[in-house]
């Protein structure tokens, strides 16, 4: 089993950055699909940015593009999301997610472990 624990999440204005990450325990993740999601108050869990287990592949959804960037340490066992330019509308709790069979994919129901998230408020 994989225990992931995301941090980094907080309080931050409009226009400031944020860096979550993602700390994974139990068995190594390196050869995973690890992912980024996040659901706001109200709304479902939406796919925000992918990443493949070398590193060499990301994608990410059209309104975190130009914005966020996914990277990994498969050494420290660990995945992040650098959060810029950041807007009220990214006000979510983000996840962490893990896929063990590989593959770029962006639903949620493709991945089989799951932080419990953490927190990121945007103030105006």
């Known amino acids: 089993q994989v225990q992931l624990v995301e941090s980094g999440g907080g309080l931050v204005q409009a226009g400031g950055s944020l860096r979550l990450s993602c700390a994974a325990s139990g068995r190594t993740i390196s050869a995973y699909t690890m992912g980024w999601f996040r659901q706001a108050p109200g709304k479902e869990r939406e796919f925000a940015a992918v990443?493949?287990?070398?590193?060499?592949?990301?994608y990410y959804s059209d309104f975190v593009k130009g914005r966020f960037t996914i990277s990994r340490d498969n050494a420290k066992n660990t995945v992040d999301l650098q959060m810029n330019s950041l807007k009220p509308e990214d006000t979510a709790v983000y996840y962490c997610a893990g896929r063990s069979r590989g593959g770029l994919v962006f639903s949620g129901r493709d991945y089989n472990y799951w932080g419990q998230g953490t927190q990121v408020t945007v103030s105006s």
């Open positions: 990443i493949s287990w070398n590193g060499g592949t990301t």
